[in-house]
T-cell receptor
Framework: DQQVKQNSPSLSVQEGRISILNCDYTNSMFDYFLWYKKYPAEGPTFLISISSIKDKNEDGRFTVFLNKSAKHLSLHIVPSQPGDSAVYFCAASARAGTASKLTFGTGTRLQVTL | KAGVTQTPRYLIKTRGQQVTLSCSPISGHRSVSWYQQTPGQGLQFLFEYFSETQRNKGNFPGRFSGRQFSNSRSEMNVSTLELGDSALYLC??????????????FGPGTRLTVL
């Protein structure tokens, strides 16, 4: 049962254009969402997060949008750069007491072309 | 400040064997989480340790176990290896408290191949 879904396994975008990566979730208890970037042979790197009390969070070229009613979030990268080429994972958590865990999507491979 | 380190980086085992993977968190980090990454399943949560106690656990069979030492270093063990256990095993550390409220820092992973 995949509670966090990234339905696009890959995405190709030209340098300078906008990259939009999408993520859907099914668990209405999720209240915190994160995006990670992963290069080959390296561990994932935290990019940006958003709490369920917000609908947008921005950090430089990266913006995450959350639509709770649709159970959908997206990551926008503007402008896209070749160094952004990586696998992007969406993750979510449902706080339960003091313990919590991240549920990850299967990832989207972004290729930024020249 | 040194990052999260994992040893070994690569490992080849045969079915039925057991394996132990090690993770050293960033200095001062008390929470360590383990994940399994496979091509079709993405990253799946195994367990989280905080102050030597398992605080949260994913949906993996009992063959997968872990522990944390007083210096916050953690090990995970997989017994009676199966072919399907071939994966990249990632360790992540965070300062304290529920890791999702703090940034998790991942290590480079241990690539386990079961033949």
């Amino acid at each position: 049962d995949q509670q966090v879904k990234q339905n696009s396994p890959s995405l190709s975008v030209q340098e300078g254009r906008i990259s939009i990566l999408n993520c859907d979730y099914t668990n209405s208890m999720f209240d915190y969402f994160l995006w990670y970037k992963k290069y080959p042979a390296e561990g994932p790197t935290f990019l940006i997060s958003i709490s369920s009390i917000k609908d947008k969070n921005e950090d430089g070229r990266f913006t995450v949008f959350l639509n709770k009613s649709a159970k959908h979030l997206s990551l926008h990268i503007v402008p896209s750069q070749p160094g952004d080429s990586a696998v992007y994972f969406c993750a979510a958590s449902a706080r339960a007491g003091t313990a919590s865990k991240l549920t990850f999507g299967t990832g989207t491979r972004l290729q930024v072309t020249l | 400040k040194a990052g999260v380190t994992q040893t070994p980086r690569y490992l080849i085992k045969t079915r039925g064997q057991q394996v132990t993977l090690s993770c050293s968190p960033i200095s001062g980090h008390r929470s360590v989480s383990w994940y399994q990454q496979t091509p079709g399943q993405g990253l799946q949560f195994l367990f989280e340790y905080f102050s030597e106690t398992q605080r949260n656990k994913g949906n993996f069979p009992g063959r997968f176990s872990g522990r944390q030492f007083s210096n916050s270093r953690s090990e995970m063990n997989v017994s009676t290896l199966e072919l399907g256990d071939s994966a990249l095993y990632l360790c992540a550390s965070s300062l304290e408290g529920p890791p999702v409220r703090n940034e998790q820092f991942f290590g480079p992973g241990t690539r386990l191949t079961v033949l």
